[in-house]
């Protein structure tokens, strides 16, 4: 009970959390920030892809997400297809049991409601219907919070997807066109809102100071001074490229690896060029996934000017991102902690969200196409850029203030759709 004799309210955050994926654990961190200051007396929990590395990181009892635990595996034996049929009837139980202990369940940002990568109906997008069903069912309001969507070409995760959306009691969308592509699957959004993504309420770091000499950089660790490494003065500044293993999307397979390959020729390419103009990179990753792509732009360039960084949160990536002249990056969350921390930045774009974000921050010139990365085109893009670098960074300060606002109506709406009584207590007790 509560100091005023009340049940606590009991709140469940569900997602592939903890799975290696750092800007779905960005979405949490900054729910669970958005409940410990608006809501203390949350009891919360999670249902996730990563149970121990989220009860470790955060603090919070979490339980795994599928019961049969090579769910993200390619199944090719008997056994193992049939694990996977079994787990698929024993999760129907196992989701509806957690969520009937919950007043709410939040799905806290991601691109839960998008196929821009390759994806399975059976996997997340079944997951998912199962929540929002069971939850349906049981009286349990679920909330897709600030999440991502995209046209879908399969049929099948087409239908789960609508489904799911159409079942929660709650949503909004991290920019329009993810509204838009519900409203085309048949969704009514007519009461959803628009927010920037939840990463931008996560703190920004501080302003780097420059230093008069540069750390020592290696081929695989961090530099002796963490963040990226800086250059002496009236040297060319250090570039953050963010690299990702891009395959294309869902509807992309057939052609994958030559998406990929073209992918890191040109990333490696452009790469090649900066070092080779005495510029510093550090490489960037987003998901456990891109240490290969890592791995092979590093043995491709074989210099010591190239360094790869060894973030486990947004926020060791923004203070990367900070520390840099500018970024290039091409996975979403990337791009939000560039942006975020103020840095000039080129997108290598594989999604509507990717232009969709650059536009909100005013940099809808400096997007270029990741499915068809040109090195010479990027170059041009990347010095024009930089050509703008200080007009640029106070239009992102300016962006950067009015997404904190917009945030701030974000979790305010949030807490009347999904609180009301807390909310109303809050009310009677800051009355004089």
Known sequence: MTSAGRTPVRVGVFGLLGSGNLGNDGSLEAVLGYLRAAHPEAVVDALCGGPEVVAARYGIPATRLHWYRGEYRTASRAGAIAGKGLGKLVDVFRTAAWVRKHDVVIVPGMGVLEATLPLRPWGFPYALFLLCATGRLSGTRVALVGVG??????????????WSARLAAYRSYRDSPSRDAMRAMGVDTSRDEVHPDLAFALPTPPSPERSASPPAVGREGSPEQAGTPIPPSGAPGPVCVGVMAFHGGDDDRARAEEIHRRYLDGTTRFVRTLVEEGRPVRLLTGDECDAPVVAAILDAVDSPLVTAAEATSLADLMKETAAADTV???????????????????????????????AQM??????????????DRLLEQFRALERRSAELRQT????????????ERHFTAL??????????????????
């Open 362 to 375: 005013g940099l809808a010139a400096y997007c270029h196409p990741a499915r068809e990365v040109d090195a």
């Open 328 to 358: 290039v990056a091409t996975r979403y969350h990337n791009l939000i902690c560039a942006l975020k921390a103020g840095t000039p930045t080129l997108a290598l774009s594989y999604a509507a969200k990717s232009d969709a974000l650059m």
């Open 396 to 407: 992102l300060a300016e962006k950067n203030l009015t997404a904190a606002r917009q945030l």
């Open 415 to 432: 807490t009347a759709a999904l609180f009301p009584a807390t909310d109303h207590a809050h009310a009677m007790q800051e009355a004089p």
């Open 149 to 162: 969507a995209a046209p879908i070409g399969n049929r099948a995760t087409r239908t789960l997807v609508r």
